[in-house]
């Protein structure tokens, strides 16, 4: 092979690995915000919890900066809130109560957040 081969298939393997990442980013998160715990709204890439039956075993979400390769989880504990195509959600201290089927939700700072 010649030296001018070796290049294009350097440049070849290149731009496959730049293409990849830019690829990747976007499946399965969708353009979005998180508000962290300084009240700070961090714009970036948003994948919700899964939904469906299973929605109360997913609590984190997961979260990409702009640009970046790695994603963060982040529990309710984690953040105040987030969104993501037009929905917003909130993380608060939910207190439940039962009684022979009848509950009561209710604020109470002792316990942990929930979104």
């Given at each position: 092979?010649?030296?001018?081969?070796?290049?294009?298939?350097?440049?070849?393997?290149?731009?496959?690995?730049?293409?990849?990442?830019?690829?990747?980013?976007?499946?399965?998160?969708?353009k979005?915000?998180?508000?962290?715990?300084?009240?700070?709204?961090?714009?970036?890439?948003?994948k919700d919890?899964?939904?469906?039956?299973?929605?109360?075993?997913?609590?984190?979400?997961?979260?990409?900066?702009?640009?970046?390769v790695?994603?963060?989880k982040?529990?309710?504990?984690?953040?105040?809130?987030?969104?993501?195509n037009?929905?917003?959600?909130e993380?608060?201290?939910?207190?439940?109560?039962?009684?022979?089927?009848?509950?009561?939700?209710?604020?109470?700072?002792?316990?942990?957040?929930?979104?």
């Amino acid at each position: 092979m010649s030296t001018e081969s070796h290049y294009r298939f350097i440049l070849l393997f290149l731009l496959a690995f730049m293409i990849i990442p830019a690829y990747a980013q976007n499946k399965g998160y969708s353009k979005g915000y998180i508000i962290n715990s300084e009240r700070e709204t961090v714009v970036g890439w948003v994948k919700d919890r899964s939904s469906g039956i299973y929605i109360d075993l997913y609590t984190r979400i997961r979260f990409k900066y702009d640009n970046a390769v790695f994603r963060k989880k982040y529990s309710p504990a984690e953040i105040l809130g987030y969104g993501l195509n037009n929905q917003h959600f909130e993380t608060v201290p939910l207190a439940v109560e039962s009684a022979f089927f009848k509950f009561r939700h209710y604020l109470d700072e002792r316990n942990d957040r929930v979104i």
